[in-house]
């Protein structure tokens, strides 16, 4: 199946939707997309959301690419609400992840929901 990753320009946002497997691939495929589109578009904000099909990546996996990408970013003042819509997935790689991101300097917050999600993005709340 591999994975769709569909990115939308809002005018205070960008808005992420990442579907398909749960992979590894998966994961740097967006971790990479996501920094690319915030330079084409000027914009720091971020709403990911992920409905991914399938297994969990291990937690190692989860700190190696969370790392990698977070340090490609650390410091630019991005602020990413990350939201993962499958229920059967364990927040305990969504509590990991957002816990790298923030040890970068990257204000991040993971929801199971996308309108406190995004409320919390257009706040000017840090955490």
């Known amino acids: 199946m591999g ?5 939308t320009d809002h005018p205070e946002y960008l808005h992420v939707v990442v579907s398909g497997d749960n992979t590894l691939e998966t ?3 967006y971790m990479k997309a996501i920094p690319d589109a915030c330079q084409q578009t000027n914009k720091l904000r971020v709403l990911v959301i992920v409905d991914l099909i399938g297994p969990e990546p291990s937690m190692l996996n989860v700190y190696q690419s969370v790392s990698d990408g977070s340090d490609a970013v650390a410091g630019s003042g991005m602020k990413v ?3 993962d819509e499958n229920p059967d997935h ?3 790689n969504m509590m990991l992840a957002e816990s790298i991101a ?3 300097g990257i ?3 993971t929801f199971r929901d996308r309108a406190v999600a995004k409320a919390w993005l257009l706040s000017g709340e840090v955490d």
């Open 107 to 109: 204000a991040c917050r």
């Open 102 to 104: 923030r040890s970068r």
């Open 27 to 29: 994961m740097r495929a």
């Open 90 to 92: 364990s927040s305990d």
């Open 81 to 83: 609400a990350y939201v």
């Open 3 to 7: 994975c769709s990753i569909e990115i």
